[in-house]
């Protein structure tokens, strides 16, 4: 009896055991506070920062270019303040501090480009160390406009950068008016500020569609452009184009004024269509947008070589300035045949 008793206890023991081991952990309030669970002769430490900043994206305001005294406010706000103050109550973010970065991009030799290469833009995000970081330009001024007569305003150009790419993903447009100049770089700070979460869902919905992208060439062979006397560009006759496609200086770069270049990498098929394009060199102000629609619009005859059509690879590049007052929706003039430039990356 006893002996059946022993094996008895014996055995329920090692069930009990199996049951602890197979049985999943239990997380209580505390995997999700940081605290230390209530748990006799064992201290289970759960620190849900972690487990949330996996999801955070490392943010960094670099600046916004402006001249001295053109952007000042009466409570002492500037936009990297008002914006980085926003940014840091989104718990979907980590902002970086200034001081960890700016060395780094003093050494360099980075000074507040607003219309940088994609290399260049990557070159930064990885001395910020970031996932996205935030630059601009921020400007007041008075306007003179025949239909309202004399006014002050504020703008802001919000430039979003994704720090792994560097590629330009997201822009936006602040535009305030007011009948003094503090009021209106007033209102423009509080329009920055009220918008910052919704630049959070664009960096997510940037970083989504980023991952989500599959590219295909379906097994065609495309060339690069060749350097103009090198073997391999004998038998090559580029593309020729059969219309001229200015692109449009937008109203922000307008309001903005805003001189820049954009450049682009373009596949010109061996079927006369104008495939991907991507923007190698963006300006923001809808300007990258300007040119890939211009790009888009071009009627061509396509590459040959030997002869025959073939698909190429190339770079094209859009000077944009703001020419006159009364003419300042016109891009600068670009040659007729858009001459294609081989990229050097």
């Not at 200086?249 to 991907?276: K, L, N, P």
Request: glycine share 8%; net charge neutral.
């Amino acid at each position: 009896m006893k002996r059946n008793l022993a094996w008895l206890i014996a055995g329920s023991f090692l069930l009990l055991s199996l049951i602890l081991l197979l049985k999943p952990p239990q997380l209580s309030h505390a995997a999700f506070t940081g605290q230390q669970a209530d748990a006799p002769g064992i201290n289970l430490i759960f620190v849900n920062d972690s487990i949330a900043s996996q999801n955070q994206f490392q943010v960094a305001v670099i600046g916004f270019a402006r001249a001295a005294g053109k952007f000042d406010d009466p409570g002492a706000r500037s936009p990297e303040k008002s914006l980085a103050d926003s940014l840091a109550r989104d718990g979907r973010i980590a902002l970086i501090d200034r001081a960890l970065f700016e060395p780094a991009l003093a050494g360099l030799g980075y000074s507040g480009s607003l219309n940088m290469t994609t290399t260049e833009a990557r070159d930064v995000g990885a001395l910020a160390g970031c996932d996205f970081f935030i630059t601009g330009k921020a400007e007041a001024l008075t306007r003179s406009e025949r239909e309202n007569g004399s006014h002050e305003e504020a703008i802001i150009g919000v430039m979003i950068v994704d720090g792994r790419s560097g590629a330009l993903a997201a822009f936006d447009f602040i535009n305030e008016k007011a009948e003094t100049k503090q009021k209106a770089v007033s209102r423009a700070l509080d329009t920055l500020s009220e918008r910052a979460a919704g630049y959070i869902n664009q960096m997510t919905e940037f970083r989504a569609a980023r991952n989500s992208k599959v590219t295909s060439s379906n097994g065609e062979r495309i060339e690069d452009i060749p350097d103009e006397g090198s073997p391999a560009a004998e038998g090559f006759t580029p593309p020729e184009f059969l219309n001229r496609v200015k692109p449009e200086y937008t109203e922000q770069a307008d309001r903005a004024d805003i001189s820049t270049t954009v450049e682009a990498m373009a596949v010109f098929h061996a079927d006369g269509r104008v495939g991907d394009i991507e923007i190698i060199r963006w300006a923001g102000f809808g300007l990258d947008a300007a040119a890939a629609r211009a790009i888009r619009s071009l009627k061509f005859k396509p590459a040959t070589r030997d002869g025959r059509p073939v698909s190429v690879r190339a770079l094209v590049r859009y000077n944009f300035r703001r020419i006159s007052e009364s003419n300042s929706k016109q891009a600068a003039r670009e040659p007729t045949n858009h001459r294609l430039h081989r990229f050097h990356g």
